[in-house]
């Protein structure tokens, strides 16, 4: 797939780098999977680009928080609903690798047509390739060494290279080698990259780490090539007492998709309900992040939230 020059209109310079709210979208899977009725295997969004109606499905879930964005007059990142399609869930899904490629690339094309059609000079709309982990996302399991996670993601990463998105985000990484390897196929395909920590109730990574020395790490290991650092898939009462106001890691972090709840992973996984939490307080814990995260600008959800809590989320910040 030819790229065409005028789609690409952040990858040199992303607007959320200027210190300006940006919104992105909720939980999709668990959006879609409990309020719209829809099978994901393997929590696997992309699938939906496979079945008759699929991409009307996913459009429906993305219009309402570019809605939110435009009337409030802020950007918004839109995350490709491809945090499985990497070749190893694509393989147990039973998708060829030519197939997983297409669907990558369709998944971008939906987002570019959302943005034909909405953006305007007070909403910016950048386009992101959603990486997720080639494990589980809530445990660490099998790990890889960073040269083989490089290897590894740079199939999705290239693919995402040859489309019209303008970064790729990892989502839900769970330690850090991973990270480094994502951020280093960024890298040598051209693409600017963000790397999205995941954390357990003590504000660690599942995989036992401080989550200030896996940014860290990847910093080191990487000369520093990510555009930003963001954590997801974590109430903000799991690691706001980790944060560290004034420090260099913490003016690394500038994105947040918190879940709507309090469970830890391990609660989550097991639950039969989705817990939704309170919009309303969930958008005032982020507003009372700001003095420990003070570049936090590209604001979301995870698991449990859906475009109520991006809603509140908009208001509670903006709020004069």
Not at 107 to 114: F, I, N, P, Q, W
Not at 205 to 222: K, Y
Request: proline residues 5%; contains cysteine; glycine residues 10%.
């Amino acid at each position: 797939m030819s790229r065409p020059a005028a789609a690409l209109r952040y990858r040199d310079a992303l607007p959320q780098l200027r210190d300006t709210p940006f919104l992105t979208d909720g939980g999709v899977e668990t959006t879609l999977i409990f309020h719209d009725g829809h099978d994901l295997p393997d929590f696997a969004a992309y699938v939906l680009l496979a079945r008759d109606g699929g991409d009307a499905a996913l459009r429906r879930y993305f219009e309402p928080y570019v809605e939110i964005a435009v009337a409030a007059g802020v950007g918004i990142v839109l995350e490709t609903a491809t945090w499985r399609a990497n070749p190893d869930w694509a393989e147990r899904l039973g998708h060829s690798p030519a197939e997983l490629a297409d669907l990558n690339l369709r998944a971008v094309e939906l987002l570019e047509g959302l943005r034909g059609e909405r953006e305007t000079a007070a909403t910016p709309i950048v386009i992101s390739g959603c990486v997720g982990p080639r494990g589980d996302g809530y445990v660490v399991g099998e790990t890889m060494a960073a040269e083989e996670a490089e290897a590894y993601h740079g199939t999705q990463i290239g693919t995402f290279a040859e489309s019209s998105a303008d970064l790729v985000t990892a989502i839900t990484m769970t330690y850090a080698d991973e990270a480094i390897g994502i951020v280093r196929a960024a890298r040598a395909a051209g693409m600017p990259v963000v790397i999205s920590f995941t954390v357990e109730t003590d504000g660690r990574l599942p995989s036992g780490q401080l989550l200030r020395e896996a940014i860290g790490e990847v910093e080191a290991a990487t000369d520093g090539y990510a555009a930003y650092f963001m954590i997801n898939c974590a109430h903000p009462t799991h690691f706001d007492h980790v944060l560290e106001p004034g420090s260099a890691w913490t003016d690394r972090v500038m994105g947040l998709r918190a879940n709507a709840s309090r469970l830890s992973h391990a609660e989550l996984d097991e639950a039969e309900e989705l817990d939704t939490g309170n919009p309303e307080e969930l958008a005032y814990e982020y507003v009372a992040l700001r003095e420990r995260l003070p570049r936090l600008t590209v604001l979301g959800g995870c698991c449990g939230t859906d475009h109520r809590h991006i809603e509140a989320l908009c208001r509670a910040w903006l709020a004069p």
